[in-house]
């Protein structure tokens, strides 16, 4: 079982709907949660951290339930601008910091 | 915010020569950085775990003879692929976390290193 897993997609939507990642980790003493954007040929960017009363910015809706050891992340009103791949990164601090990315889930918006 | 800075951007080499990545944090001091590896469509893959004056964590599978890797100061570290193939074109890119942004505070990645071996 991979370490931090996530939907496959790729999703195909159209604007202005509504999106919802979802992905597990297996590791019970992960401590911090992350949702990164990646644009084709890009480096990963910070989307939003994930807290464990869940948070929201704007269109965005990131939530974590520890005991499922699950994370989501829901894209309202969904644009154009919003096609990319997006990661789910949880860290470990196992002596050290470990971060595991997940493998990603491409999204195309469409007009 | 913090900025890792990363080049070159892009790099063209012949097989069997040496190529550096540099990777400086600009407004920050990171005593780790981290170094990943992408395939095309598929994930970052972590090689290895750059922490300033001490060697570097290799991951398993990752040659550590043949992606050096140094980290001589908190704002610098460089990865050097020696005597590059042309299995090992990818793209590369470092991350560093501001230590202090507390435990929630994400990752900032350089924009990334494209290799091409030919």
């Known amino acids: 079982r991979k370490e931090v897993e996530q939907d496959p997609g790729p999703f195909n939507v159209p604007e202005g709907a509504t999106v919802a990642f979802n992905c597990t980790y297996s590791?019970?003493?992960?401590?911090?949660f992350f949702w990164y954007r990646q644009d084709c040929r890009k480096e990963p960017k910070l989307l939003m951290s994930v807290y464990s009363s869940g948070n929201e910015d704007g269109r965005f809706t990131a939530q974590l339930n520890r005991a499922s050891q699950y994370i989501s992340l829901l894209i309202r009103d969904s644009k154009l601008s919003d096609s990319a791949t997006y990661l789910c990164?949880?860290?470990?601090?196992?002596?050290?910091?470990?971060?595991?990315f997940g493998a990603g889930t491409r999204l195309f918006v469409k007009a | 915010g913090a900025v890792v800075s990363q080049h070159p951007s892009w790099v063209i080499c012949k097989s069997g020569t040496s190529v550096k990545i540099e990777c400086r944090s600009l407004?920050?001091?990171?005593?780790?950085m981290f170094w990943y590896r992408q395939f095309p469509k598929q994930s970052l893959m972590l090689m290895a775990t750059?922490?300033?004056?001490?060697?570097?964590?290799?991951e398993q599978g990752v040659e550590k003879d043949k992606f050096l890797i140094n980290h001589a100061s908190l704002t610098l570290s460089t990865l050097t692929v020696t005597s590059a193939h042309p299995e090992d074109s990818s793209f590369y890119i470092c991350s560093a976390r501001a230590l202090d942004l507390g435990a929630m505070g994400g990752y900032t990645f350089g924009s990334g290193t494209r290799l091409t071996v030919v």
């Open positions: 990164v949880v860290t470990l601090n196992t002596g050290g910091f470990k971060t595991i």
């Open positions: 750059s922490n300033e004056g001490s060697k570097a964590t290799y």
């Open positions: 407004d920050f001091q990171a005593t780790t």
């Open positions: 590791n019970s003493a992960s401590q911090s």
